[in-house]
């Protein structure tokens, strides 16, 4: 345990960096794929025809391959930018981090958007008629009863996506962020150790998941949606 204090900071440097990326991507990635479900299931082709190309695409390449042409490419064409260095978003630009957030987002997005879409489907019909005959409308509809009713029969499966999304974040270390992975990394090439700081990482990873279904059974048992 003593080089578990002695590279604390280290730790909690990857730690601070790996759970940032979670709740970011989460919060932005979980009200995108609200649009992009509705999207989804609009009846005008002009708005659901883009919602499922962007999907597929998404769905369609590895993260990994997202990341690198968002800090990559983006990146290099961000620098060339007349003025850019010079303004207020060049020290976010320039840095890797929002990059892999931006590219978190965009898949949160779009694979709980295909997710939540399936929810908002599974509804029972009679609900949904119910409220129609109290008198909401369609919006309210929506907020009071369809997302709700959908999230509810979704938790397990969005506690699924969320422990997955916790293990994306590790590919933050392939474009040198001091994520936990790469807190992993660097001690071990200070220390020369390999399982060291690699069991104490996958027993953060597990702590952090462990955390992550606990919370999310809280909020299955608060919904009032159940029967």
């Known amino acids: 345990m003593t080089f578990i204090m002695e590279y604390s900071d280290l730790i909690l440097e990857g730690l601070w960096i790996t ?6 991507s989460f919060i932005f990635g979980f009200i995108l794929s609200i649009f992009v479900a509705l999207s989804r299931l609009s009846h005008y082709k002009i708005i659901a025809l883009p919602a499922f190309i962007f999907t597929s695409v998404i769905r369609g390449t590895p993260l990994l391959v997202q990341i690198y042409i968002y800090y990559y490419g983006l990146g290099e064409v961000f620098a060339k930018m007349p003025g850019i260095r010079s303004s207020f978003l060049w020290p976010y630009l320039r840095d890797g981090y929002w990059y ?14 295909e997710v939540i879409r399936g929810g908002l489907l599974a509804v029972p019909k009679g609900e949904i008629e119910a409220a129609r005959a109290f008198g909401m409308s369609a919006f309210k509809i929506l907020i009071r009863v369809r997302l709700p009713r959908a999230i509810y029969i979704l938790t397990p499966t969005l506690a699924g996506e969320t ?15 001091m994520d936990l992975l790469g807190a992993a990394q660097r001690f071990r090439s200070i220390t020369l ?3 060291q700081p690699l069991l104490t990482v996958a027993a953060i990873y597990l702590l952090i998941t462990l955390l992550i279904e606990h919370l999310f059974k809280r909020v299955e048992n608060r919904i009032p949606t159940r029967g």
């Open 100 to 113: 892999v957030a931006f590219a978190l987002i965009v898949s949160t997005a779009a694979y709980w958007g």
């Open 163 to 177: 422990i997955l999304l916790l293990k994306s974040t590790a590919l933050a270390s392939t474009i040198a962020i």
């Open 193 to 195: 150790e390999v399982y």
């Open 19 to 24: 759970v940032s990326l979670l709740i970011i």
